[in-house]
Nanobody
Framework: QVQLVESGGGLVQAGGSLRLSCAAS????????MGWFRQAPGKEREFVAA????????NYADSVKGRFTISRDNAKNTVYLQMNSLKPEDTAVYYC?????????????????WGQGTQVTVSS
């Protein structure tokens, strides 16, 4: 079983940046892919970014490509999401998730552990 704790959310103006962190424990971190998802009020949870266990492969939603960067530090059991050029439509609760496998999966069904979420609010 894996435990995940997100941090780094907050309130930022449009065009600003935030970096989210997700600390993992309970499984061998370097053996599974990690993902970030988000859920805005009244909307379904959606995929944001994913990274493979080694960090060699990343995937992004079209809406964040070129603005967000996912990375991981296996020595620190932590995955990051650097968010630049933020837009009001990026406002959501952001969740990190631990994958079933080592791949950078884009579907939530590929993840078995979820954090509690961190709120990101982008003002216009």
């Amino acid at each position: 079983q894996v435990q995940l704790v997100e941090s780094g959310g907050g309130l930022v103006q449009a065009g600003g940046s935030l970096r989210l962190s997700c600390a993992a424990s309970g499984r061998t971190f370097s053996s599974y892919g990690m993902g970030w998802f988000r859920q805005a009020p009244g909307k379904e949870r959606e995929f944001v970014a994913a990274i493979s266990s080694s960090g060699s492969t990343t995937n992004y939603a079209d809406s964040v490509k070129g603005r967000f960067t996912i990375s991981r530090d296996n020595a620190k059991n932590t995955v990051y999401l650097q968010m630049n050029s933020l837009k009001p439509e990026d406002t959501a609760v952001y969740y990190c998730a631990a994958g079933l496998f080592g791949a950078a999966l884009t579907r939530s069904s590929g993840y078995l552990g979820w954090g509690q979420g961190t709120q990101v609010t982008v003002s216009s």
